[in-house]
């Protein structure tokens, strides 16, 4: 019989021979149990079990039995759907390719469990879901086709119709190849990037995204990735109850508890954040291989992730780009507040933002308002008639926004709107005549020359076209000339009338008039390309130039009020093409403002019906790939944009948003070579020049970028753009001289706050420290609420040796930044900032309070230790400054930043530094 | 990058049930009392929820079960993973419990002949057709109780919360060496009793 005292001898005996080899267990058992029989007999059948036993209660869960497959291949479903195979089994039940008959494609089928089908609740949240997957066509995302009902041996059959993805998951990919190399791992992640976003604005959560929801499929030269049961995950699952009022399910048990995020696994609300915080696991596997807190247990994983940081991917990539390490880490941040907004943010982020961005984002098109130019041209005096003089050989031509004489707002637009159609319509003329270049519209407009005389430095032209437009009683006066851009002599004039009656006809003959000024020869049949070809009722067409004159200003009430004269426009004619097409540019512009989706649909049903009717018209194309860019759909706006550029090869606008959106795509090559291409074309234009510098730019490449500004500013030398973009590309190149020289022009062409503190930047790092000073308080001047602007000039005159006026900077600065954390409390950072400045002004007590109190609420990312260890290190706590600064240093955080932040300087000298920045050759 | 987030509180003792976990870390039994019934009632209702229906292919996992249960419970700020060994030290037993119950009502419809192989590896993932398995265990448990109570428990808190060796150590105040010493043994004894109650 047993007796926990005989146990005990049989427990200290076993774990001795268990622990022996085979061989010599006997002769040690005998030992160990001196000849008690029985005791011996005992533990040889407990250590025959224990060899046997194998996995017995502990081990990777029991696989699940093989069971058959509800379906066998030839049944046809729901009379339409034949089965081929069974792909696999998921969660939710099987998956089948199968043959649609009545449309001869393969689909997948995926067939729900009985039992989940059954739940009434279950199946009415299914079907809203599937309503709302069907929305979202993007190539990244599976598409949803249909649910459908079955019934076989008396059993209903609920399945989904989805398109077939033969592919393997990304689970599978890494678990043969470990991690994702580089080139690839980006491809794939903005693919997935843009499926998110193409699902978040059809108002889809995935709520389960996962490596196992992404297929990956081999086409030709890259690797397609699709993403998988977008917000159907979460309903197909053996169903909970909810006597409790959980607003979604939270399912613990169901999903994949490794993937969720904080919010998910406490049973809160789900938003878009969730799923950024899913997508920052993905980029985390797939750049290191492993999920962060890979432990023991699958819920120690899960629970660590809610109560501390994960270990940063560089950690374990170390050659990992620090641009994906913060990006990874902030989707990752528990919060959801904290993390990215959009998928878009974090493609972004992953791809190109460099911070050397001191120029403004191009505005491609959609660009906001600007102030039609008010030439008040006097009466034009036709004295050159009889001799003409030549017109250069080469023509660069801008044609200034005309002005009006008499007639209400809506004819002024009218007069902008013909400006506009000219530049458009002479810029066609491009193709055949190699002279000629024409100024593209957007930089007219940018430019507002307040006089016409910085015209031809600003804009790069040797001709300028103006118009003073006179309507009275029916009849309209157009005094056109064609002005030398440097003395602004009249080298051509004319005066175009031109009855009510043939307002249609406008257009055509501005252009052909123009052009013979110009002794440029329209080429036969170039009217033709011209939209305004088949017959229009005239009513509709004036309606038409006045909205699209609105249109181009681009500013909330111009563009309703273009709305309100486009629909009337077709109203009058509803197959006008044209202002369909215009109707679905200012749609498009104002969804991106207001980001309301309703205007999306309509600019993207608006920009169909101008398709519908036209489909050789390059604007039509132009409004859809406006529309499909904006949701993310890159690839479809490509296509329609390649296709407006075939039809209108010469329209800068196109070019140039074809441009960008390669490059957003990822189509790098692509992008360089079209922009190569029109600077092949146009070599007198620094337009092109530009786009190109700043696409290299952009992407961190200066020493090519380089050449092409300057060539820019050679052809344009009053134009402030490319003194900016340049004046960049040096200072990211620690060219500070030449950036001294170059922004001091820029600040002659345009003294505003941005150009005085980037050449306040310039002269700090050369050391200038006085003549810094001199520049950073011209820039606080003109933009006092600026506290970096302040504090700018405080660290000059703390380097120039000027301690009072530093201290007095540092004392605004604070004063201002004071204003914004007392209107937004819960602002982190700049608490964080503020305790800078404290400690900067000596406040060391101060400093430190802040600082604590921001630790509290900030987002403890690698700016945020970074500005700590400055605190620190001026409050004197060493030991602090170095901790606080090797962890800004491991959350990625670029070290060239904390080489240039002279608050370190003697930090930098600590040999504790060294071991920090990974070797002594990392200190200064 | 200015963001709404929730001050931290300063100390995480703003459940009822964290300070009883403390309390009972510091060896205090009576807290394990006022524990009992708290948990009880949330993993019971839980797991109602979990076995509610007739399902056929019905799979349940119970450590996930409890660390719901715990979640609910001791909400974010109870996420200290030396408290959660000690709230699943006391769930396993009410586990085992419930468990053993639900199998008992599964397994009478299920009996029948044939052979039946011992497949019980991990109660992550425990199936309907695994039930006569686990009354058997439980069995076989309450057998070794008689002789070896801490042993007992252990396989109780590997078993039916799927806690790992350190916080199996933890739940118990032992070190993770003896925990798997303890535990091979305890297998191998189990499995032989096992086999021996299938073959009667």
């Given at each position: 019989m047993m007796t926990p005292e005989r146990w005990a001898r049989i427990k200290e005996i076993f774990a001795v021979v268990a622990e022996t080899p085979r061989e010599s267990r006997t002769s040690i058992l005998a030992e160990l149990c001196r000849s008690e029989q029985d005791l011996q007999a005992e533990i040889e059948k407990l250590l025959a079990q224990h060899d046997e036993m194998g996995g017995f209660l502990e081990g990777s869960p029991a696989p699940a039995a093989e069971k058959a497959s509800l379906l066998q291949a030839g049944t046809i479903i729901a009379e339409r759907y034949q089965i081929v195979a069974l792909l696999g089994r998921g969660g939710m039940g099987e998956v089948y390719e199968a043959e649609d008959r009545e449309l001869g494609e393969r689909v997948a089928l995926k067939v729900l469990h009985h039992e989940s089908a059954l739940q009434q609740d279950v199946m009415d949240?299914?079907?809203?879901?599937?309503?709302?997957?069907?929305?979202?066509?993007?190539?990244?995302?599976?598409?949803?086709?249909?649910?459908?009902?079955?019934?076989?041996?008396?059993?209903?059959i609920t399945f989904l119709s989805m398109e077939l993805i033969k592919g393997e998951t990304l689970t599978e990919r890494l678990k043969r190849e470990g991690k994702i190399a580089f080139p690839e791992a980006l491809h794939i992640a903005r693919q997935l990037c843009q499926a998110l976003g193409a699902a978040h604005e059809a108002g889809i959560l995935h709520r389960?995204?996962?490596?196992?929801?992404?297929?990956?499929?081999?086409?030709?030269?890259?690797?397609?990735?699709?993403?998988t049961d977008f917000g159907i995950a979460r309903w197909i699952q053996p169903p909970r109850d909810e006597t409790k009022s959980f607003a979604t399910n939270t399912g613990l048990v169901v999903g994949t508890p490794a993937y969720m995020s904080p919010e998910q696994l406490m049973g809160e609300k789900l938003t878009a954040a969730s799923d950024i915080y899913s997508l920052g696991l993905v980029l985390y596997e797939m750049v290191t291989g492993v999920r962060p807190?890979?432990?023991?247990?699958?819920?120690?994983e899960t629970l660590k992730r809610l109560s501390a940081d994960a270990a940063a991917p560089i950690t374990m990539v170390p050659d990992l780009d620090p641009r994906w390490n913060r990006t990874i880490m902030r989707c990752l941040q528990r919060s959801p507040a904290a993390r990215f907004a959009s998928a878009r943010e974090v493609l972004d982020s992953l791809q190109h933002r460099t911070r050397y961005s001191l120029s403004d984002v191009r505005p491609w098109l959609l660009a906001t308002a600007c102030v039609a130019l008010a030439l008040g041209l006097g009466g034009v005096v036709l004295r050159d008639r009889l001799w003409p003089p030549s017109l250069p050989a080469q023509k660069h031509i801008a044609v200034i926004p005309f002005t009006l004489k008499g007639g209400s707002a809506a004819d002024q637009a009218t007069a902008y709107g013909l400006a506009e159609s000219l530049t458009q319509n002479l810029g066609r003329l491009q193709v055949t005549e190699s002279s000629l270049w024409v100024v593209p519209w957007k930089e007219v407009r940018n430019q507002k020359p307040d006089n016409i005389a910085r015209a031809a430095s600003a804009l790069g032209a040797n001709l300028l076209i103006t118009g003073q437009m006179e309507k009275s009683e029916g009849k309209l006066q157009l005094r056109a000339a064609v002005k030398d851009a440097h003395t602004l002599r009249n080298l051509r004039a004319e005066v175009i009338e031109i009855p009510e009656t043939g307002m249609l006809r406008l257009e055509d003959t501005l252009l052909e008039r123009v052009s013979a000024m110009l002794q440029l020869p329209v080429p036969a049949g170039m009217l033709r390309h011209l939209p305004v070809d088949e017959t229009v009722e005239p009513g509709a067409y004036e309606f038409y130039e006045q909205g699209k004159g609105y249109l181009l200003h681009y500013s909330a009430e111009d563009v309703d009020r273009a709305i309100v004269l486009l629909q009337k426009a077709t109203e009058k004619d509803s197959k006008f093409a044209l202002a369909y097409a215009n109707l679905a540019f200012a749609y498009a512009w104002k969804y991106r403002v207001t980001r309301d989706p309703r205007l999306l649909e309509q600019a993207r049903s608006l920009a169909g019906r101008a398709l519908a009717l036209n489909d050789r018209l390059a604007p039509a194309h132009l409004a859809l790939a406006l529309a499909q860019k904006v949701t993310g759909d890159l690839d479809s706006a490509v296509r329609e944009l390649e296709l407006a550029l075939q039809l209108d090869p010469t329209d800068a606008e196109t070019l140039n948003l074809l441009a960008l959106t390669y490059d957003e795509s990822g189509r790098l090559l692509q992008a360089e070579a079209l922009l190569k291409d029109a600077l092949k074309r146009y070599p007198g234009s620094w337009v092109n020049y530009n786009s190109l510098g700043y696409f290299y730019y952009r992407h961190g490449q200066f020493t090519q970028a380089e050449p092409l500004f300057r060539t820019a500013i050679e052809l344009a030398p009053d134009n402030p753009i490319s003194y900016d973009n340049l004046g960049g590309v040096y200072l990211a190149l620690g060219k500070y001289k030449e950036a001294d020289s170059l922004l001091t022009r820029a600040i002659a062409i345009k003294p505003d706050a941005n150009g005085y503190s980037n050449l306040g930047t310039a002269r700090?790092?050369?050391?200038r420290y006085s003549d810094a000073a001199a520049m950073f308080q011209k820039a606080a001047e003109l933009r006092p609420a600026d506290h970096r602007l302040w504090r700018?000039?405080?660290?000059?005159?703390?380097?120039?040796?000027?301690?009072?006026?530093?201290?007095?900077?540092?004392?605004?600065?604070?004063?201002?930044?004071?204003?914004?954390?007392?209107?937004?409390?819960?602002?982190?950072?700049?608490?964080?900032?503020?305790?800078?400045?404290?400690?900067?002004?000596?406040?060391?007590?101060?400093a430190l309070q802040k600082l604590a109190q921001a630790g509290r609420i900030a987002e403890r990312d690698g700016a945020f230790f970074f500005n700590a260890a400055m605190v620190y290190e001026l409050a004197g706590q060493r030991e602090q400054a170095i901790g606080s600064l090797g962890q800004a240093i491991r959350k990625g955080y670029p070290l060239a930043?904390?080489?240039?932040?002279?608050?370190?300087?003697?930090?930098?000298?600590?040999?504790?530094?060294?071991?920090?920045?990974?070797g002594p050759e990392a200190a200064k | 990058m200015s963001d709404k987030v929730k001050p931290e509180p300063e100390d995480d003792a703003s459940r009822p049930i964290t300070a009883l976990l403390a309390q009972l870390r510091g060896g205090d039994k009576q807290a394990e009392a006022q524990l009992i019934p708290m948990v009880y009632n949330e993993l019971h209702r839980l797991a109602r929820h979990y076995m509610r229906g007739e399902r056929g292919d019905h799979t349940l996992q119970t450590s996930a079960l409890v660390n719901e249960a715990y979640m609910r419970l001791a909400g974010e700020h109870g996420i200290d993973w030396k408290n959660r060994a000690h709230f699943f030290g006391v769930s396993a037993q009410i586990m085992r419990r419930i468990l053993v119950d639900h199998a008992r009502t599964r397994d009478a419809q299920k009996r029948g002949g044939g052979t039946r192989k011992i497949s019980l590896e991990n109660a992550f993932v425990y199936s309907d057709e695994q039930s006569w398995q686990v009354i058997a265990l439980h069995d076989a448990l309450n057998k070794l109780a008689q002789w070896d109570e801490r042993q007992c428990r252990i396989v109780e808190l590997r078993f039916f919360t799927g806690l790992s060796l350190e916080e199996t150590a933890e739940a118990l105040s032992l070190s993770p060496t003896t925990i798997k010493r303890e535990f091979q043994l305890a297998k191998a004894w189990l499995y032989g009793e096992l086999n021996q109650q299938f073959s009667e």
């Amino acid at each position: 019989m047993m007796t926990p005292e005989r146990w005990a001898r049989i427990k200290e005996i076993f774990a001795v021979v268990a622990e022996t080899p085979r061989e010599s267990r006997t002769s040690i058992l005998a030992e160990l149990c001196r000849s008690e029989q029985d005791l011996q007999a005992e533990i040889e059948k407990l250590l025959a079990q224990h060899d046997e036993m194998g996995g017995f209660l502990e081990g990777s869960p029991a696989p699940a039995a093989e069971k058959a497959s509800l379906l066998q291949a030839g049944t046809i479903i729901a009379e339409r759907y034949q089965i081929v195979a069974l792909l696999g089994r998921g969660g939710m039940g099987e998956v089948y390719e199968a043959e649609d008959r009545e449309l001869g494609e393969r689909v997948a089928l995926k067939v729900l469990h009985h039992e989940s089908a059954l739940q009434q609740d279950v199946m009415d949240r299914l079907r809203r879901e599937v309503q709302l997957a069907r929305r979202v066509t993007h190539p990244n995302v599976c598409r949803v086709f249909d649910l459908g009902y079955h019934r076989q041996a008396g059993q209903p059959i609920t399945f989904l119709s989805m398109e077939l993805i033969k592919g393997e998951t990304l689970t599978e990919r890494l678990k043969r190849e470990g991690k994702i190399a580089f080139p690839e791992a980006l491809h794939i992640a903005r693919q997935l990037c843009q499926a998110l976003g193409a699902a978040h604005e059809a108002g889809i959560l995935h709520r389960d995204f996962k490596c196992g929801n992404v297929m990956l499929l081999e086409t030709g030269a890259q690797v397609r990735a699709v993403v998988t049961d977008f917000g159907i995950a979460r309903w197909i699952q053996p169903p909970r109850d909810e006597t409790k009022s959980f607003a979604t399910n939270t399912g613990l048990v169901v999903g994949t508890p490794a993937y969720m995020s904080p919010e998910q696994l406490m049973g809160e609300k789900l938003t878009a954040a969730s799923d950024i915080y899913s997508l920052g696991l993905v980029l985390y596997e797939m750049v290191t291989g492993v999920r962060p807190f890979r432990g023991e247990s699958s819920w120690t994983e899960t629970l660590k992730r809610l109560s501390a940081d994960a270990a940063a991917p560089i950690t374990m990539v170390p050659d990992l780009d620090p641009r994906w390490n913060r990006t990874i880490m902030r989707c990752l941040q528990r919060s959801p507040a904290a993390r990215f907004a959009s998928a878009r943010e974090v493609l972004d982020s992953l791809q190109h933002r460099t911070r050397y961005s001191l120029s403004d984002v191009r505005p491609w098109l959609l660009a906001t308002a600007c102030v039609a130019l008010a030439l008040g041209l006097g009466g034009v005096v036709l004295r050159d008639r009889l001799w003409p003089p030549s017109l250069p050989a080469q023509k660069h031509i801008a044609v200034i926004p005309f002005t009006l004489k008499g007639g209400s707002a809506a004819d002024q637009a009218t007069a902008y709107g013909l400006a506009e159609s000219l530049t458009q319509n002479l810029g066609r003329l491009q193709v055949t005549e190699s002279s000629l270049w024409v100024v593209p519209w957007k930089e007219v407009r940018n430019q507002k020359p307040d006089n016409i005389a910085r015209a031809a430095s600003a804009l790069g032209a040797n001709l300028l076209i103006t118009g003073q437009m006179e309507k009275s009683e029916g009849k309209l006066q157009l005094r056109a000339a064609v002005k030398d851009a440097h003395t602004l002599r009249n080298l051509r004039a004319e005066v175009i009338e031109i009855p009510e009656t043939g307002m249609l006809r406008l257009e055509d003959t501005l252009l052909e008039r123009v052009s013979a000024m110009l002794q440029l020869p329209v080429p036969a049949g170039m009217l033709r390309h011209l939209p305004v070809d088949e017959t229009v009722e005239p009513g509709a067409y004036e309606f038409y130039e006045q909205g699209k004159g609105y249109l181009l200003h681009y500013s909330a009430e111009d563009v309703d009020r273009a709305i309100v004269l486009l629909q009337k426009a077709t109203e009058k004619d509803s197959k006008f093409a044209l202002a369909y097409a215009n109707l679905a540019f200012a749609y498009a512009w104002k969804y991106r403002v207001t980001r309301d989706p309703r205007l999306l649909e309509q600019a993207r049903s608006l920009a169909g019906r101008a398709l519908a009717l036209n489909d050789r018209l390059a604007p039509a194309h132009l409004a859809l790939a406006l529309a499909q860019k904006v949701t993310g759909d890159l690839d479809s706006a490509v296509r329609e944009l390649e296709l407006a550029l075939q039809l209108d090869p010469t329209d800068a606008e196109t070019l140039n948003l074809l441009a960008l959106t390669y490059d957003e795509s990822g189509r790098l090559l692509q992008a360089e070579a079209l922009l190569k291409d029109a600077l092949k074309r146009y070599p007198g234009s620094w337009v092109n020049y530009n786009s190109l510098g700043y696409f290299y730019y952009r992407h961190g490449q200066f020493t090519q970028a380089e050449p092409l500004f300057r060539t820019a500013i050679e052809l344009a030398p009053d134009n402030p753009i490319s003194y900016d973009n340049l004046g960049g590309v040096y200072l990211a190149l620690g060219k500070y001289k030449e950036a001294d020289s170059l922004l001091t022009r820029a600040i002659a062409i345009k003294p505003d706050a941005n150009g005085y503190s980037n050449l306040g930047t310039a002269r700090f790092y050369l050391g200038r420290y006085s003549d810094a000073a001199a520049m950073f308080q011209k820039a606080a001047e003109l933009r006092p609420a600026d506290h970096r602007l302040w504090r700018n000039l405080g660290d000059a005159y703390t380097l120039a040796g000027d301690r009072a006026r530093a201290a007095q900077a540092y004392e605004t600065a604070r004063q201002e930044l004071e204003k914004e954390v007392a209107s937004r409390p819960e602002n982190g950072q700049a608490l964080t900032v503020l305790a800078l400045y404290h400690a900067k002004l000596g406040q060391q007590e101060k400093a430190l309070q802040k600082l604590a109190q921001a630790g509290r609420i900030a987002e403890r990312d690698g700016a945020f230790f970074f500005n700590a260890a400055m605190v620190y290190e001026l409050a004197g706590q060493r030991e602090q400054a170095i901790g606080s600064l090797g962890q800004a240093i491991r959350k990625g955080y670029p070290l060239a930043e904390i080489r240039d932040a002279h608050e370190l300087d003697q930090l930098r000298k600590d040999s504790r530094y060294a071991s920090l920045a990974g070797g002594p050759e990392a200190a200064k | 990058m200015s963001d709404k987030v929730k001050p931290e509180p300063e100390d995480d003792a703003s459940r009822p049930i964290t300070a009883l976990l403390a309390q009972l870390r510091g060896g205090d039994k009576q807290a394990e009392a006022q524990l009992i019934p708290m948990v009880y009632n949330e993993l019971h209702r839980l797991a109602r929820h979990y076995m509610r229906g007739e399902r056929g292919d019905h799979t349940l996992q119970t450590s996930a079960l409890v660390n719901e249960a715990y979640m609910r419970l001791a909400g974010e700020h109870g996420i200290d993973w030396k408290n959660r060994a000690h709230f699943f030290g006391v769930s396993a037993q009410i586990m085992r419990r419930i468990l053993v119950d639900h199998a008992r009502t599964r397994d009478a419809q299920k009996r029948g002949g044939g052979t039946r192989k011992i497949s019980l590896e991990n109660a992550f993932v425990y199936s309907d057709e695994q039930s006569w398995q686990v009354i058997a265990l439980h069995d076989a448990l309450n057998k070794l109780a008689q002789w070896d109570e801490r042993q007992c428990r252990i396989v109780e808190l590997r078993f039916f919360t799927g806690l790992s060796l350190e916080e199996t150590a933890e739940a118990l105040s032992l070190s993770p060496t003896t925990i798997k010493r303890e535990f091979q043994l305890a297998k191998a004894w189990l499995y032989g009793e096992l086999n021996q109650q299938f073959s009667e």
